[in-house]
């Protein structure tokens, strides 16, 4: 409707797909626990940010996304938050093992940032983050998936090195993040990153974020996502 059309305007979002969700204004919106407000509290955000105002409600609603905004646009909240809730979710069915939620980022450094953001909000509900990228000895990375977890923040190479040495497997993960696709692309992760999608069962929930959108990426996320919702948040380059 027409409020929603001039919200959306004022925070120069765009988006495609078939029913997409109405953005968010606050947090309060998104129906989060008491523990995921608190941390939100404790990390300073007072309100979400307007990657964050399309993506959460889309997100938490179940759908794919293809979010398109700028660095440092908050884009890891974006994904983290609603993963948490997805994981609170899942029945506790029969203790089966490996991450319910796999982040993949191009480089160690992202990857760290993204497993100290999650630790935040995952602590409060108890639930574990395991890292999986250069930095820990591959023994002791492989001990640590051994013991488990429920999310895995990983670079595409060292979680596919930890996937062959038996340290997890990923039948029970049923959202995927990939996180700066435009630069796993630029840096030559395409197969790693379609042989880890290959790995992860076809009903997941899959997200993909980027700061650019090249061709390639936007045609491997039409090949890996079901039926997403395209949000972009100012001006884009390809
Ligand atoms: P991106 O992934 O889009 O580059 P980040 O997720 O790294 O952006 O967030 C950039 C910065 O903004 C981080 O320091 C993060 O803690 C902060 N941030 C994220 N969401 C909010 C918010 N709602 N309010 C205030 N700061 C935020
Ligand atoms: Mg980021």
Do not use: N, W
Request: overall charge positive; aromatic content about 6%; some cysteine.
């Amino acid at each position: 409707d027409e409020e929603v059309a001039e919200y959306s305007r004022g925070l120069a979002i765009r988006v495609s797909g078939l029913e997409v969700p109405r953005p968010i204004k606050l947090f309060e919106d998104c129906g989060f626990s008491a523990q995921l407000m608190g941390a939100i509290g404790k990390q300073g955000y007072q309100k979400p940010t307007p990657i964050q105002c399309q993506a959460l409600p889309i997100v938490l609603s179940g759908r794919d996304i293809i979010g398109i905004a700028k660095t440092g646009s908050g884009k890891t909240a974006a994904f983290v938050l609603p993963m948490i809730v997805h994981i609170m979710d899942q029945p506790e069915l029969a203790k089966e093992e490996g991450p319910i939620g796999v982040i993949c980022a191009p480089t160690r450094e992202l990857a760290h940032q993204i497993y100290l953001e999650a630790k935040k909000f995952a602590k409060p509900h108890g639930i574990r983050v395991s890292a999986v990228y250069g930095g820990m000895s591959k023994l002791e990375q492989f001990k640590e998936l051994k013991a488990g977890c429920e999310i895995v923040v990983a670079t595409p190479g060292r979680l596919i090195d930890m996937i062959k040495m038996k340290a997890l497997t990923m039948l029970r993960t049923t959202y995927l993040v990939l996180d700066e696709a435009d630069r796993m692309f630029d840096l030559g992760f395409e197969p790693q990153i379609r042989s880890i999608v290959g790995q992860i069962r076809p009903d997941r929930q899959t997200l993909l974020f980027s700061a650019t959108m090249p061709r390639k990426v936007e045609r491997l996320a039409r090949e890996i996502l079901t039926d997403p919702i395209r949000v972009t948040v100012g001006e884009v380059g390809m």
